[in-house]
């Protein structure tokens, strides 16, 4: 059986270079590939995993035109993980150092690992 939707979504947002490039995006409304290089010093490979991640996690649309990638955050996915957050329990984001948990908890912050 697959994870929970709500964890691959946790699991993307857990990432602050993910999380940040989805702030912009959001805050921009639509911006290309490049538009997002330009705000983030990294290779182009690894916006690139960035993108894939968020993508697959259905928190990011990207739009072909011609020879560019115009990208769009799926605000309805994140108000659906908001409402899935709050139904399941409480999720805690881990300091990025604890990667036998991925960075992320989800349950009673009592029980934290």
């Given at each position: ?41 990294l ?41 899935g ?27 934290w690992?």
């Amino acid at each position: 059986m697959g994870e929970s939707w709500v964890v691959i979504v946790a699991r993307a947002l857990s990432d602050r270079t993910r999380y940040r490039m989805l702030q912009e995006i959001r805050a921009a409304g639509e911006m290309t590939c490049g538009e997002l290089h330009a705000r983030f010093p990294l290779s182009q490979a690894t916006i690139s995993h960035h993108i894939k991640t968020l993508q697959q996690a259905g928190l990011l649309r990207v739009r072909a035109e011609g020879l560019f990638r115009h990208l769009s955050a799926e605000s309805s996915r994140l108000s659906a993980f908001a409402a899935g957050v709050l139904v399941r329990g409480t999720i805690v984001v881990l300091p990025s150092s604890d990667h036998a948990t991925g960075g992320v908890w989800l349950g009673d912050p009592i029980g934290w690992p």
